[in-house]
DNA sequence: ATGTTC
């Protein structure tokens, strides 16, 4: 019973008014408050909420406490932030940066989420929407029939034990020489598709057992499979550099580490809700359980972490795989034919150890991203060489229905996030509030009616992801590009969609 | 997000 309650995500909303919000932050500049020291005792630093005015008032005062709970915790820099998708989370908000000292911080699994690693990547084609929209129905259903997707879904590839380590030390890496994929395919991951000093043995059997038959599953909630044409250039020269032009067909996979990371994060929070006693951490919100960054306690949720992160890039790697064949078997031509390499993989649920400089000096730090996506400027040792001069590419997926976007990351983002942006759109009403106000069908009916193809394994799903559940994307975007953090480069808009 | 309140 006190497991459940603790991972319950409380509504600290209650006691407050929505207009409150405006009383709690200060506006620094445009799209750029403050929330003072003071707002709640023994914050370190100040919060930061990056949103437009408008998006302010969609921002539950639960959400600016947690911003600052996240301000209290030690060896935090700078600030603690959320972009302009924030909504209540597990402790941290959702679309929560936090970075903090790798000798004097602490590690939260908090601060990273249940879906460790979840992220978005992008396949190009050379297709043109032309081509595809008459085989838009089959290709879904193709899609559909290949790529397993639903709670609780089981792939087609049954992982041994053996298998199940090798994904979660190699990740995307693995996954190619096992044969789903291409060499090329690793490049174009954030950190190559895998990171190092993951250990599966800090992994319970629970995990794994959770992770075996999911691995190459897309699963539930706002994931999806996405077919998709590019219906804007917002930057010529940019989007030429990704290989994106005007009409052209790709393909988004939107996804994360399934029952495994989610079983690795209730593990640790528990493991950690104790180190965090032993630590004599003293926290204001018993989900912030943390413990020493340096300590044995987060360094094995760290070496679990990365498990499922690796998990999470295996995954992506597989479903790129049957994506191709899925194209390979509607057009009858094979994928390189088709041009089907991957523009980019990004993670927006992960804590990695990475260099900033805060106050003039560089120092490594353990940046949590919570709802957050990398956004790694021009010139960056991360950053693929043929996007070098240009920038990371950062990906955001909107919610079904909905355009999603390419951006590239930039200096500013080094400057003011962590070298971070937003994620998505976020949420703006619970699942439950939304199947009461929408109908999976009507929702269904609406979007085929803009020709939009939507396949998913459960129709409560499609009233769950009802357009209308979630804040528009492209605003949330708008706050990102005016901020410079991360500057559009192209939208592209739904053909095809599957869901679980 | 999640074997959707082990």
Redesign the pocket.
């Given at each position: 019973m006190a497991?459940?309650e603790d991972?319950?995500?409380d509504d600290l909303s209650t006691e407050y008014a929505k207009g409150d919000v405006r009383n709690m932050v200060r506006k620094l500049s445009e799209n750029n408050w403050e929330i003072p020291i003071g707002h709640i005792p023994n914050m370190r630093v100040p919060g930061r909420l990056f949103v437009s005015e408008n998006l302010l008032d969609g921002i539950e005062p639960g959400t600016i406490d947690q911003i600052a709970n996240v301000a209290t915790l030690p060896g935090i820099q700078k600030y603690s932030m959320a972009m302009p998708d924030a909504h209540l989370g597990y402790g941290f908000a959702i679309g929560g940066v936090a970075a903090f000292d790798m000798e004097e911080g602490i590690i939260s699994p908090g601060g990273v989420g249940?879906?460790i690693n979840?992220g978005v990547r992008l396949i190009r084609t050379k297709l043109q929407k032309e081509e595809v929209i008459p085989n838009i129905k089959t290709l879904t259903d193709e899609l559909f029939k290949n790529i397993p997707a639903g709670?609780?879904s089981k792939s087609r590839f049954r992982a041994s034990d053996k298998e199940l380590d090798c994904a979660f030390l190699e990740g995307a890496k693995w996954a190619v020489e096992a044969g789903y994929g291409v060499e090329a395919d690793t490049e174009y991951c954030e950190a190559n598709g895998y990171m190092e000093g993951a250990d599966p043995s800090h992994v319970s059997t629970?995990a794994r057992n959770?992770g075996k038959p999911?691995l190459g599953t897309l699963?539930?909630?706002?994931?999806f499979l996405e077919v998709q044409y590019v219906d804007k250039i917002y930057d010529q020269e940019m989007a030429s550099t990704f290989g994106l032009e005007e009409g052209q067909v790709t393909v988004m996979i939107h996804?994360?580490s399934?029952?495994a990371g989610?079983?690795i994060c209730t593990d640790y929070l528990k493991e950690l809700s104790k180190a965090v006693k032993d630590h004599k951490i003293e926290i204001p919100d018993k989900q912030l359980a943390c413990a020493p960054a340096q300590s044995r306690e987060a360094q094995n949720y760290f070496k679990a972490m990365l498990c499922a992160a690796n998990y999470a890039w295996a995954n992506r790697q597989m479903i790129t795989h049957w994506t191709r064949e899925s194209f390979e078997n509607v057009f009858g031509r094979d994928a390189e034919d088709l041009g089907m390499n991957l523009l980019y993989d990004v993670a927006h649920n992960v804590a990695k150890l990475e260099e900033h400089t805060v106050d003039g000096k560089k120092k490594e730090v353990y940046v949590h991203r919570k709802g957050a996506t990398r956004a790694f400027p021009p010139g960056h040792p991360e950053v693929p060489a043929v996007y070098r001069d240009v920038g990371q590419p950062v990906l955001i997926p909107g919610s079904m229905g909905t355009p999603s976007f390419i951006l590239c990351g930039s200096k500013e983002a080094m400057d003011i996030s962590f070298g971070s942006a937003c994620h998505g759109a976020g949420?703006v009403m619970s699942?439950a509030q939304a199947k009461k106000e929408f109908r999976g069908q009507n929702v269904k009916d609406n979007l085929e009616a803009q020709g939009i193809t939507i396949r998913a394994a459960?129709p409560s799903v499609i009233a769950e992801?009802a357009p209308g559940v979630y804040k528009s994307s492209s605003e949330v975007v708008n706050v990102v590009h005016e901020l410079g953090i991360a500057r559009k480069v192209a939208r592209v808009l739904p053909l095809g969609v599957t869901k679980?």
């Open positions: 497991e459940s991972i319950a995500i249940f879906d979840c709670v609780g629970k959770r999911q699963g539930s909630g706002n994931h996804c994360g399934r029952g989610h079983q949420r699942r459960h992801e679980g």
